[in-house]
């Protein structure tokens, strides 16, 4: 399958809404439970503005050409003692797991984090995911720390992996 990572526009704020209310759905591994999730397409377009406004943040998406299939996130900080790093999010639709678009989508985001002289990308990740934990080990990333019982999914706690990647170490 073909496809390519670019940044997102505003006009994709309505696939957006509706690829994150999928992800919702087809996994537990991702924050939103499908139910509380009430962003509209307007909230995506200021969202997509406003990380593209910031130098330390960036929204990707992949394209098959015919859908977007993933949607990767960094948050950069805010504040001027947080605006070296940025929060990594990623989701793929479950149609097209396996297929590279989760490696591809990180390789992109860590060759622009180098290019905007970022030192740290950052994430966390249930410690049950072990196909996104081994994808995150393969790009580079270490596991910091484990937040226990940092949520409850489906009436059970889940622990979380506090990871990171540090650049010029």
């Given amino acids: 399958m073909t496809f390519a990572v670019r940044r997102a526009l505003e006009t994709d704020a309505p696939v957006l809404i509706a690829l ?6 087809e996994t537990a591994f991702m924050i ?8 509209t397409e307007d909230d995506e377009r200021a969202r997509i503005i406003r990380l593209g406004r ?15 299939a993933g949607l990767l ?7 001027n003692q947080l605006r070296h790093s940025a929060l990594l999010s990623l989701g793929v639709a ?13 390789q992109e985001a860590i060759a622009w984090s180098l290019a905007v002289g970022l030192k740290r990308l950052e994430l ?13 080990i393969r790009c580079g990333f270490q596991v ?10 489906d009436g059970k706690y889940v622990d979380e992996y506090f990871m990171s990647l540090i650049h010029g170490r």
């Fill in 20 to 25: 994150r209310r999928r992800f919702f759905e």
């Fill in 32 to 39: 939103w439970e499908p139910a509380e999730f009430k962003d």
């Fill in 54 to 68: 910031q130098s330390n943040s960036l929204v990707l998406v992949a394209d098959t050409g015919t859908q977007l």
């Fill in 73 to 79: 996130s960094a948050v950069g900080g805010e504040r």
């Fill in 94 to 106: 479950k149609s097209h797991w396996s297929q590279g678009i989760a490696s591809r989508m990180m």
């Fill in 124 to 136: 966390t990740v249930h410690t049950t995911n072990l196909r996104a934990l081994s994808l995150y």
């Fill in 144 to 153: 910091e720390g484990m937040r226990r019982s940092s949520l409850l999914v």
